[in-house]
């Protein structure tokens, strides 16, 4: 059983930062593809960024430049460092990984007050 336990959401102004960390356990082998995806109140999920086994990071238009992932192959971590947070940058957001299978974390509640 695959569990990804999530944390470093929570309540910030505009501008500042975030840090979230998203941490895998149980039987994983070969993780692929880490990454993150968010949803805003009312609206659907959408892709944020992710980052290969080997280090290859894509992002969102609507973060690029503001948010850096980045992972910890040894811990099976990976990590979303948002800087510069704008109030649309508010929703849950929940990390994933790709190894045999696709398996989601429970989401941790990131608020952007302006």
């Known amino acids: 059983q695959v569990q990804l336990v999530e944390s470093g959401g929570g309540l910030v102004q505009a501008g500042g930062s975030l840090r979230l960390s998203c941490t895998a356990s149980?039987?994983?082998?070969?993780?692929?593809?880490m990454g993150w995806y968010r949803q805003a109140p009312g609206k659907q999920r959408e892709f944020a960024a992710l980052?290969?086994?080997?280090?290859?990071?894509t992002y969102a238009e609507s973060v690029k430049g503001r948010f850096t992932i980045s992972r910890d192959n040894a811990k099976n971590t990976v990590y979303l460092q948002m800087n510069s947070l704008k109030p649309e940058d508010t929703a849950v957001y929940y990390c994933?990984?790709?190894?045999?299978?696709?398996?989601w974390g429970q989401g941790t509640q990131v608020t952007v007050s302006s």
């Open positions: 994933y990984i790709l190894a045999h299978s696709t398996y």
């Open positions: 149980g039987s994983i082998f070969n993780i692929h593809v």
């Open positions: 980052i290969s086994t080997g280090g290859t990071t």
